[in-house]
Each structure stands twice: as structure tokens, then as C-alpha cells.
């Protein structure tokens, strides 16, 4: 697919529709996490630039496609998804987990939705779980806006550097995720630790 993609860009300039094919990127690599959607973004954003549009505009594009999908996890989290966590997920895992799940996210729903655009594998589950946890949306619509500015912004900046070099955007990817994991680890750590000093004093 990114092959075929490759080769249309080769061959065709952007045209005024490069920037809504940003944002349509963006809302269903959200709804559908399969879809290779970030590396397909630095790639199409790299070949709008080199078209006249800016890095802004098409931040604003990706943040625009990936709120979008964002409201529609969350709605799903919040009507269906509430039944599909109190009945089959349930069922499959150990109930005290769930709860705890949702109680972290209860918790610290908004610093986790700031930067859910940056855990990988995981970021569209989050919005869905803070959608069945009863958060309101007023409370997540900031942070969700922030994470995909943040996010797209970095793809936007990626791109423009790369353009329509798929090896590079590649590259880009799998190394950004590497540290993205290492500094995850870090942070566990450290809260870890500090859990067990807490606990540690409390005796």
C-alpha cells in the first residue's frame, strides 16, 4: 500500500486536498491503530510541504483528523463500551484488575490522556478506557487536544525533513519508539520506587 502511495506522489503534485487527506490519515490511523498510519503521515506531510503548505497547517490537519477519532473512542468508551467492561472483559480478566485499570485512569485520567498520542500500542485503549471510567469529556478534551498537537506537530516536523523518503520515515519511527519505551521504563521506575518508599514509611 505505501509502495502504491510512494508512486502517486512521484507522479503527481499536492494538490488542495493533500491537506484533508492529512486529517482523514490521522482520524483513522486513531480509530484503527493497524493502520501504519504515522509513518503514511511523515510521508504525505513531507510531500504537502514540498507543495506550498505549511508545517501548521498540516499539524493542524492531524490534530484535527485525530480529535475527531479520539470523541468518537471516548463516546464508544462511555455507551457500549461500559457494558463490554463490566460484562465480557470482566469475565476474561480478574475483576479487581479492571477496576484498577479504570481507577488509574479515574485517577490520573488527564495526565494520561496528554501523553497517550506517545504509548505505543496502547494510545487508542486509553481513550476508550477513559470514556468507560465515567470521565467526563470536558475534563479529557483538553488533553487529548494537547497529545495530538503534540504528536502530529512531531510527525509534521519529521516529514518536512524526510518528505516522501519512506526508508527515512521509517527509520524515524523505530527508533523514536525505542526511546519512547526506555523513557517509559524510566518513569515506571521511578514511580515504583517511590510507591515503595510510601509504603515503606507508612509501617
Known amino acids: 500500500m505505501i509502495e502504491g502511495i510512494l508512486e502517486y506522489l512521484a507522479n503527481n503534485p499536492p494538490g488542495a486536498w493533500a491537506g484533508p487527506l492529512l486529517g482523514v490519515i490521522a482520524f483513522a490511523e486513531t480509530l484503527f491503530p493497524p493502520i501504519p498510519g ?69 485517577d490520573r485520567g488527564p ?34 487536544a494537547f497529545s495530538a498537537a503534540a504528536w502530529y506537530l512531531l510527525l509534521s516536523i519529521a516529514g518536512s525533513i524526510f518528505r516522501s523518503n519512506i526508508q527515512a520515515a521509517e527509520g524515524f519511527m523505530k527508533h523514536f519508539e525505542i526511546w519512547l519505551w526506555i523513557i517509559l521504563a524510566v518513569v515506571f521506575l521511578v514511580f515504583l520506587v517511590k510507591r515503595i518508599r510510601i509504603r515503606k514509611a507508612r509501617r
Open 38 to 106: 504515522d509513518i503514511i503521515f511523515i510521508v504525505m506531510s513531507g510531500w504537502a510541504v514540498s507543495g506550498g503548505l505549511t508545517i501548521i497547517m498540516t499539524t493542524i490537519y492531524g490534530v484535527t483528523g485525530c480529535f475527531l477519532a479520539s470523541c468518537v473512542l471516548f463516546y464508544v468508551g462511555h455507551k457500549p463500551g461500559r457494558q463490554f467492561v463490566e460484562g465480557w472483559l470482566k469475565r476474561k480478566v480478574e475483576p479487581e484488575r479492571v477496576d484498577r485499570a479504570k481507577s488509574l485512569i479515574a
Open 111 to 144: 495526565l494520561i490522556l496528554a501523553v497517550s498520542r506517545f504509548i505505543p500500542g496502547v494510545r487508542s485503549l486509553l481513550v476508550f478506557m477513559a470514556g468507560s471510567s465515567g470521565m467526563k469529556f470536558t475534563l479529557a478534551a483538553i488533553p487529548l
